[in-house]
Nanobody
Framework: QVQLVESGGGLVQAGGSLRLSCTAS????????MGWYRQAPGEQRELVAA????????????VLGRSVLGRFTISRDNAKNTVFLQMSSLKPEDTAVYYCNAVVGGRDYWGKGTLVTVSS
């Protein structure tokens, strides 16, 4: 069993910042890529950013038509099996449920999601 626990969501004004965290636990001896996805109301879940154990990073340059490049930063603490998403210059269109994802042994695992609401 693999568990992913997210934290750090909440309500923030436009222009503000939030930091999301996700810690993996359980049978994670083959923990590989970790990442963040988001799903806005009525829309599909989309990749925000992903990071490998070695630090290789991929950002979606257009997430649901709203670029996060230069505003969001993904990082990882391998010793703590934790991935972070630092979000700055938040916009109302960043409002979504943010889900943590981890690949373990070739399988995808998901957290329950954390709601980020950006008010205008």
């Amino acid at each position: 069993q693999v568990q992913l626990v997210e934290s750090g969501g909440g309500l923030v004004q436009a222009g503000g910042s939030l930091r999301l965290s996700c810690t993996a636990s359980g049978s994670i001896f083959s923990l590989d890529v970790m990442g963040w996805y988001r799903q806005a109301p009525g829309e599909q879940r989309e990749l925000v950013a992903a990071i490998s154990p070695g630090g290789g990073i991929k950002y979606a340059d257009s997430v649901l038509g709203r670029s996060v490049l230069g505003r969001f930063t993904i990082s990882r603490d391998n010793a703590k099996n934790t991935v972070f998403l630092q979000m700055s210059s938040l916009k109302p269109e960043d409002t979504a449920v943010y889900y943590c994802n981890a690949v373990v042994g070739g399988r995808d695992y998901w957290g329950k999601g954390t709601l980020v609401t950006v008010s205008s």
